[in-house]
């Protein structure tokens, strides 16, 4: 396997000229990623009055009639909806900047203008979906084993998404695929995860605004990583 600093090395190569395309394809991730961490603060700066006032909303949710209640789980669940969607679609830029990254490190594609559709997850999207909801699934379950399982399973399922690129491949062979490449290389993903870390923290700082940046070198070095594991391991 490649050193880390070559995996980077590599991700700076083809970002190189091509970091408007791939800033404009980190602008959903960067709503997403500000959002939560402005929420986040939002909630540690006012964390007591934001209480109280969700106890004074439930009192009156709940003081009058049956009309309030479903009122408020119509709310619950509106919220919920958005949610789930503003997650699919964080994962969904993630997934294009995954495989553009990949196209561009096996040399499919010369550079991104004119190519950013070819790589949109939109081109199979039963498959980006069905991975997302089953991936989800095993995680939520290993969770509840404890963190440490979970933690596991998260970088034995980690290529999942690179490898739904592939032709011909459902999510159920992505999902056991990944799992057999990353036998043995969790631990070499991790540090590398680990070494992003000043970059996870400016992100965090900057409220997501330098994901711009940060989200597509992150990504763009773990398609190499990926790239190096395929051709290690014959595929």
Known sequence: MKANYLLKKEAKAILSGNRLAF???SFVPFLYNGGNFFSWWSNKLYNRQTFFHQIDDFKVTFS???FNFFYFTDMYYSKLFFHICAVILF??????????ALGLIRKEIPYVQGYLARFSPLNKPFVFLG???FQGIYLFFWTLLFFIPGCVKYYSYAMTYFILKEE???VDEAITRSRKLMHGHKLRLLLLDVSFLPWYILTVITFGLASFWTMPYILATKAAFYENLTMKKGG
């Open 64 to 66: 009058t009639s049956n």
């Open 23 to 25: 800033a404009m394809l």
């Open 131 to 133: 991975a997302l909801i």
């Open 168 to 170: 011909g491949i459902t």
């Open 91 to 100: 994962l969904f830029f993630l997934t294009w900047i995954r495989w553009l």
